[in-house]
């Protein structure tokens, strides 16, 4: 609870859900392509859709998406939710000594290497969705 206030659930990749898949990935390769260029094989794992809400102070704390059994890349956040329809819930990035705030947008996609600190500001009014997706690759050599 002191890192991570939400809740969770997961989508697999199954006939019905591999449009948001193919969609997601088409994104992810493009901005790979322009901006980071980094060895990939595709999603690994099921897609995260995730709710912050006030009622609990909905945040997650500072972390990385690198590490584990499965070699996270790029990470992508979509929001789901209009940002007129919750207060806080920024998320961050940690791309110098101060963090930066993404964009609140309905549809926006942030995707940024998965080494990258970043955090969920808690929510203070309203709740916020988000689609969490990471994109695999070989180990970092």
């Known amino acids: 609870k002191s ?25 992810a390769s493009q901005l790979n ?3 980071y260029r ?4 595709g999603f690994g794992e099921a897609l995260q859709l995730t709710n912050y809400d006030q009622s609990e102070n909905g945040m997650y704390g500072w972390h990385q998406d690198y590490g584990g059994k499965i070699s996270r890349k790029l990470s992508m956040a979509m929001q789901l ?6 207060e806080g819930g920024n998320l961050q990035v940690m791309t110098s000594g101060e963090p930066v705030n993404v964009r609140k947008q ?4 942030a995707i940024f290497p998965s080494y990258v600190l970043h955090q969920v ?7 916020r969705q988000s689609l969490v997706a990471w994109v695999s690759g070989p180990a970092f050599k």
């Open 81 to 86: 939710t209009d940002p007129s329809r919750y």
């Open 33 to 35: 392509a322009e901006h």
């Open 121 to 127: 500001t808690p929510v203070t009014q309203g709740s």
């Open 3 to 27: 890192v991570r206030r939400s809740q969770v659930a997961w989508l697999s990749n199954t006939a019905d859900t591999k449009w948001v898949f193919k969609k997601l990935a088409d994104v």
């Open 106 to 109: 309905r549809g926006l996609i």
């Open 38 to 41: 980094l060895d990939l094989t």
